[in-house]
Antibody, heavy 124, light 113 residues
Framework: QVQLQESGPGLVKPSQTLSLTCTVS??????????WSWVRQPAGRALEWIGD???????TYNPSLKSRVTITVDTSKNQLSLNLNSVTAADTAIYYC????????????????WGQGTQVAVSS | DIVMTQSPDSLAVSLGERATINCKSS????????????LTWYQQKPGQPPRLLIY???TRESGVPDRFSGSGSGTDFTLTISSLQAEDVAVYYC?????????FGQGTRLEIK
């Protein structure tokens, strides 16, 4: 059974970098043809796809965040990471990692399973 | 970006009755050459992550009760719960994967009347 668990600081100061880790169990982040993705959800608002990294190592980011986002994988730890720099209050959200299924080249189709999510607040 | 618009924003239905949630995309998500709609539905209960319900607009994920069904094509889609159960109280989201960026609807909150 594939499981994902996010971790990281719950509070980040404005203009700093938000760094989160997702630990994957039950499968290897380097096996198969999957996308390892990040999705966020501001309180009371819709889900927003942040981006992903394919098992090949290629990355795709939401253009709205592309200039500030980096997603990487550490195969030795079976983890993926998210770095979002120059954060503002608008980046306050629950951040989820999820496995994206590949049915098209270059992007995930649907996401399953998801981690439980981690709440991140941006405030001084 | 493809904008996904759900209606209604919230819905109250009696136990055992039918619930219908609509999702409209700003452009077609039908991949004609494959005759597949690149649309997915999720269920999100309070304090939980989203759960995949339906993909390809109408294919139920393994383990999803058959009271859940998806329909529609092109730009207009529907999620139907044929006989509402108490455990179906949740927010439901549609999502398109026709093109990046992947986008979600704003969600429909389903409650018991």
């Amino acid at each position: 059974q594939v499981q994902l668990q996010e971790s990281g600081p719950g509070l980040v100061k404005p203009s700093q970098t938000l760094s989160l880790t997702c630990t994957v169990s039950g499968t290897s982040v380097s096996s198969g043809s999957f996308f390892w993705s990040w999705v966020r959800q501001p309180a009371g608002r819709a889900l927003e796809w942040i981006g992903d990294i394919h098992t090949s190592g290629s990355t795709t980011y939401n253009p709205s965040l592309k200039s500030r986002v980096t997603i990487t994988v550490d195969t030795s730890k079976n983890q993926l990471s998210l770095n979002l720099n120059s954060v503002t209050a608008a980046d306050t959200a629950i951040y989820y990692c999820a496995r994206g299924w590949r049915v098209l080249p270059g992007q995930p189709a649907w996401f399953d399973p998801w981690g439980q999510g981690t709440q991140v607040a941006v405030s001084s | 970006d493809i904008v996904m618009t759900q209606s209604p924003d919230s819905l109250a239905v009696s136990l055992g009755e039918r619930a219908t949630i609509n999702c409209k995309s700003s452009q077609s998500v039908l991949y004609s050459s494959r005759n597949k709609n690149y649309l997915t539905w999720y269920q999100q209960k309070p304090g939980q992550p989203p759960r995949l319900l339906i993909y390809w607009a109408s294919t139920r994920e393994s383990g999803v009760p058959d009271r859940f069904s998806g329909s529609g094509s092109g730009t207009d889609f529907t999620l139907t719960i044929s006989s509402l159960q108490a455990e179906d109280v949740a927010v439901y989201y549609c999502q398109q994967f026709y093109t990046t960026p992947i986008t979600f609807g704003q969600g429909t909150r389903l409650e018991i009347k």
